[in-house]
């Protein structure tokens, strides 16, 4: 059970936080979400899970789930929630321009946010639940995903103090499904019905929700 008492009695501090990190062939910084992201972050969330023009991508909703996964006003509800209760940490593409030959006296480039992270209190369980996982289509396959989720992991045992982690997955997304197994959950065997307002079931059968857990 974590209270809000046992959350602001920890360390405050997320240790992979605005620092640079090594994906496969690119480099990236976490921070947590800041207003100004949300114009940008909104497209990548919903090109993630809905699709992005001319890309393929090996895990999205984009044939299974019609309408919007973000809006403007969901992501304001996020960040004006209690720190101890919601976070969103935004992972942007930083190219360090002395590596890059451009010397030392350019400023280090950070471009928009490329991938998002929520973490949030689950109403169910009162275990914090991993969601919104979201890599921009063109930015896929190059560890942002695998990043993201260490990202979230860390900010639930160091900064949250709980030593859990529970994720809600579509019983459909076999393949989905697999690389969260890989990276290390497990289902408990519970599920409900996939019923979120404002969007629309594109195949011919009732989705769950299906629960995976991961001991940190
Ligand atoms: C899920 C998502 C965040 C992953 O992002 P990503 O940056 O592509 O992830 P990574 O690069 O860290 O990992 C992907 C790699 O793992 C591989 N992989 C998948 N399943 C695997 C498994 N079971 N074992 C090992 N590797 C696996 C993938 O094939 C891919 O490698 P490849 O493209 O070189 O073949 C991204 O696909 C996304 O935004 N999807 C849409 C939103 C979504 O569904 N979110 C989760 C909702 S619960």
Redesign the pocket.
Known sequence: MISTDSCIATTQHNSLLNTKII??KITCKARLLDKRDFQHLIKV?NW??RGKEGHE?????ENLIFGD?VTYDMLLKDIEKDKNLCTVIVVEEYIDQEENGEGCDQQDKILQPI?CVKIERDTIHDKPII???????S???????????TLAEKEIKQVWNVDEAH????NV?D??L?????LGYVENGERYPFNIPGTKILVDEELEFLILIKKL
């Open positions: 994906g496969k969330v993630a899970y991508q090996w895990a999205s909703e996964r991938g969601g919104m996982l979201s890599v921009d289509p930015y896929q396959s190059k560890g942002i995903g695998a990043i993201l989720m994720l809600h997955v579509v997304r393949g989905l697999g690389w969260y197994r890989y």
